[in-house]
């Protein structure tokens, strides 16, 4: 049974697919991993973390988007999380990407966040997206300017405290 | 998600106290989320009550989450709809509903034992204290009392 009523789509390595019970596990070690999850959101109880699961999966039947899981073609493992995020009390919806731990260094989150945008852009016609980054996660900041986003303001974050947002090109710039 | 802006103010109170509470309107949505979630993820969440005239009233819902042993029955009523018998009701339907559809064998109730309302609520649905059963991950016997809901024999 699916859980929600995320696309499914396929990169050169990668699957992007709706979460499913079966990637619980991965996301609570994840989670668990101070020092990969720290920018996304350090969860230590494992009843947090699959609170959290639970309510991305909630996020998808409010807003009709939230975080898909990304699939490694080769070992059919998640390899992480790459979505939109817009829960109460962000600035507006943005594009975030995590990648677990032995999947780092290979072009994941780019190659899951290109085709990301692209469905954003082109099936729920957004003309805009963000990515809320900490200052001091400087390999996702790294990331969002391959992906052409630029700087554009500090501010509070509800859950992350001090962040920056960081625009992505318009739809239409990246034609 | 018309149900967000009551329960944002009921959650920003100290009436709270005894529901988890009082949270901030972004941790407040998450749980609401993934209470929606929920409902995929295990076939069974909450439910939020209304007036046969639409109006909010509680939440009142069948919960497993990671921490607790086992499913719980739990209710929820805005403190303006108190002492109307509404929990009972909801609690009743929702328990039927548990046995009856999901066709769980028991169903537990954690009752923090200084909320004399809820105390009182599962005397009144026929719980019975049940000592031997372990708590929700990291709750003490001083904040959680667990009650034990039989299905009618």
């Given at each position: 049974?699916?859980?929600t009523?995320?696309?499914?789509?396929?990169?050169e390595?990668?699957?992007?697919?709706?979460?499913?019970?079966r990637?619980?596990e991965?996301?609570i070690?994840?989670?668990?991993d101070?020092?990969?999850?720290?920018?996304?959101?350090?969860?230590?109880?494992r009843?947090?973390?699959w609170?959290?699961?639970?309510?991305?999966?909630?996020?998808?039947?409010?807003?009709?988007?939230g975080?898909?899981?990304?699939?490694?073609?080769?070992t059919?493992?998640?390899?992480g999380?790459c979505g939109?995020?817009?829960?109460e009390?962000?600035?507006?919806?943005?594009i975030g990407?995590v990648?677990?731990e032995?999947?780092?260094g290979?072009?994941?989150?780019?190659e899951?966040?290109?085709?990301?945008?692209?469905?954003?852009?082109?099936?729920?016609?957004?003309?805009?997206?963000?990515?809320n980054?900490?200052p001091?996660?400087t390999r996702?900041?790294?990331?969002?300017?391959r992906?052409?986003a630029t700087?554009?303001?500090?501010?509070e974050?509800?859950?992350?405290?001090?962040?920056?947002?960081?625009?992505?090109p318009?739809?239409?710039?990246?034609? | 998600?018309?149900?967000?802006?009551?329960?944002?103010e009921?959650?920003a109170?100290?009436?709270?106290?005894?529901?988890?509470?009082?949270?901030?309107?972004?941790?407040?949505?998450y749980?609401?989320a993934?209470?929606?979630?929920?409902?995929?993820?295990q076939?069974?969440?909450?439910?939020g009550?209304?007036?046969?005239?639409?109006?909010?009233?509680?939440?009142?819902?069948v919960?497993k989450?990671?921490?607790?042993?086992?499913?719980?029955?739990?209710y929820?009523?805005?403190p303006?709809?108190?002492g109307?018998?509404?929990?009972?009701?909801?609690?009743?339907a929702?328990?039927a509903?548990?046995?009856?559809?999901?066709?769980?064998?028991?169903?537990?109730?954690?009752?923090?034992?200084?909320?004399?309302?809820?105390?009182?609520?599962?005397?009144?649905?026929?719980?019975v204290?049940?000592?031997?059963?372990?708590?929700p991950d990291?709750?003490?016997?001083?904040?959680?009392?667990?009650?034990?809901?039989?299905r009618?024999?």
């Amino acid at each position: 049974m699916s859980l929600t009523n995320a696309p499914h789509f396929e990169t050169e390595r990668l699957i992007l697919r709706g979460p499913e019970m079966r990637d619980v596990e991965a996301f609570i070690v994840f989670s668990a991993d101070k020092t990969r999850s720290e920018g996304f959101g350090y969860i230590p109880q494992r009843d947090e973390a699959w609170r959290w699961f639970a309510l991305n999966i909630g996020h998808w039947h409010i807003h009709g988007y939230g975080y898909l899981t990304i699939e490694d073609k080769e070992t059919g493992n998640p390899a992480g999380i790459c979505g939109i995020w817009n829960p109460e009390g962000w600035p507006e919806p943005e594009i975030g990407w995590v990648v677990y731990e032995g999947f780092e260094g290979k072009g994941v989150a780019y190659e899951a966040a290109i085709a990301v945008r692209a469905w954003v852009y082109a099936e729920l016609n957004f003309t805009t997206l963000t990515s809320n980054i900490v200052p001091a996660n400087t390999r996702s900041i790294a990331l969002a300017e391959r992906l052409g986003a630029t700087f554009e303001r500090e501010y509070e974050n509800v859950q992350m405290g001090l962040d920056h947002l960081y625009r992505h090109p318009a739809p239409e710039a990246l034609l | 998600m018309s149900d967000f802006a009551p329960l944002g103010e009921l959650f920003a109170s100290e009436r709270s106290i005894y529901i988890g509470g009082p949270i901030d309107r972004q941790k407040l949505w998450y749980w609401v989320a993934g209470e929606v979630g929920s409902w995929s993820l295990q076939g069974f969440s909450s439910w939020g009550i209304e007036t046969h005239d639409g109006a909010f009233v509680g939440q009142v819902g069948v919960n497993k989450p990671n921490h607790f042993p086992e499913v719980e029955l739990g209710y929820l009523i805005m403190p303006e709809f108190g002492g109307q018998g509404i929990a009972f009701e909801a609690a009743e339907a929702a328990r039927a509903w548990a046995f009856e559809t999901l066709k769980i064998e028991t169903l537990v109730s954690y009752i923090d034992p200084k909320n004399a309302c809820s105390v009182a609520l599962g005397q009144r649905l026929g719980c019975v204290i049940d000592p031997d059963r372990s708590l929700p991950d990291g709750e003490t016997t001083d904040e959680t009392v667990v009650y034990r809901h039989r299905r009618a024999a």
